[in-house]
């Protein structure tokens, strides 16, 4: 069994030697996660968790933390991002931390990708989100 507290401590030195204010770690064993969490700061400065949400300017909640969305909904925080290359590639990966429960998907087109800009992004419009959500989550 890997020493998980010592593999931390070592991937939050890497990250403080290369000047990285926040990482968002996943670990994955044979399809069970072994370890799944944010490290560092969003902001530094006012010392706020990597997986935290941002905030705007005008110091408003902003959907979005270091990489990862992070939003309620129907009573879960999900904490999710996707990718997308036109005519190439896309993704998803949403995981909701309570249930220990994470959904990846990774295509060779931009097929996964649904109209998702950045200032009203939502998982949940995602048909593919939708299924797991389905299946897993709201049966």
Known sequence: MPDIPAFIQRLNTLREAANIPGL????????AIVLATGL????????????APTRSTRGEALPYGIGWFV???QGHTFVWHSGWWPAAYSALY??????????????????????????RAAVERS???????????FD
């Open 94 to 119: 949403l995981k909701i931390p309570t249930l220990k429960l994470t959904f990846i998907l990774l295509a060779n087109s931009d097929g996964v990708w649904w109209d998702n800009p950045l200032d």
């Open 127 to 137: 048909q593919f989100a939708q299924a797991f959500l389905h299946a897993f989550v």
């Open 71 to 73: 939003q309620k909904y």
């Open 40 to 51: 560092g700061y969003a902001d530094v400065e006012h010392r706020i968790p990597a997986m």
């Open 24 to 31: 968002s770690v996943a670990v994955v064993q044979d399809r």
